[in-house]
């Protein structure tokens, strides 16, 4: 059973950079994918990017490339998240979640990460 | 602004059947790109309730069922229980935007 953990909530200053990490167990991290996505206060689920940890490969949603970096670490089966240059409006719950390709969908989730921006 | 398009909200009394559509174009569902729905419930993660279009994860309740036609899906809860007051979103890949997309949500209310 695939089991993802992230980071706690943060805080941040409009302009500032906020890392989120997202750590799997139980199943073999490069095994599948690992999909970002987010809501904001009273919007919906919007799909920021996926990356493939076994080939260290990363697409993103073309609204979030040259402002979100993901990495991963497969020592400790991490995917690292970083949204640059941050604006009120990417004050949300981040998720983390698994896929096994197109047709299974996306089905394990992290439990969530808020993060606020405010100065 | 989603590509899929769902409705706003849709209700029911307990035991009724309702439907969400979920309606997308020719560069995704029409495409013959999967379909998946997801149940949310505020304040905790999305939970994978429909994949490839039709199938149930295991310990997902066989009153949830979904279909495919076109460039459309739909999802229907039958004999509605309270328990399935949330917030529902289809979810296929865009082969245009070139990346996954979710639906714009539908909240289910059951009266």
């Known amino acids: 059973q695939v089991h993802l953990v992230q980071s706690g909530a943060e805080v941040r200053k409009p302009g500032a950079s906020v890392k989120v990490s997202c750590k799997a167990s139980?199943?073999?991290?490069?095994?599948?994918?690992i999909h970002w996505v987010r809501q904001a206060p009273g919007q919906g689920l919007e799909w920021m990017g996926i990356?493939?940890?076994?080939?260290?490969?990363?697409s993103l949603a073309q609204k979030f490339q040259g402002r979100v970096t993901v990495t991963t670490d497969t020592s400790t089966s991490t995917v690292f998240m970083e949204v640059s240059s941050l604006r009120s409006d990417d004050t949300a719950v981040y998720f983390c979640?698994?896929?096994?390709?197109?047709?299974?969908?996306?089905?394990?989730w992290g439990q969530g990460t808020l993060v606020t921006v405010s100065s | 602004q989603s590509v899929l398009t769902q409705p706003p909200s849709v209700s029911g009394a307990p035991g009724q059947r309702v439907t969400i559509s979920c309606t997308g174009s020719s560069s995704n569902i029409g495409a013959g790109y999967e379909v998946h729905w997801y149940q949310h419930l505020p304040g905790t993660a999305p939970k994978l309730l429909i994949y490839g279009n039709t199938n149930r994860p295991s310990g997902v309740p066989d009153r949830f069922s979904a279909s495919k036609s076109g460039s459309s899906a739909s999802l229907a809860i039958s004999g509605l229980q309270a328990e399935d007051e949330a917030d529902y979103y289809c979810q296929s890949y865009d082969n245009s935007l070139r990346g996954e997309v979710f639906g714009t949500g539908t909240k289910v209310t059951v009266l």
């Open positions: 139980g199943d073999s991290f490069t095994r599948y994918y």
């Open positions: 979640a698994r896929g096994r390709g197109g047709y299974y969908g996306l089905d394990h």
């Open positions: 990356v493939n940890p076994s080939a260290d490969t990363t």
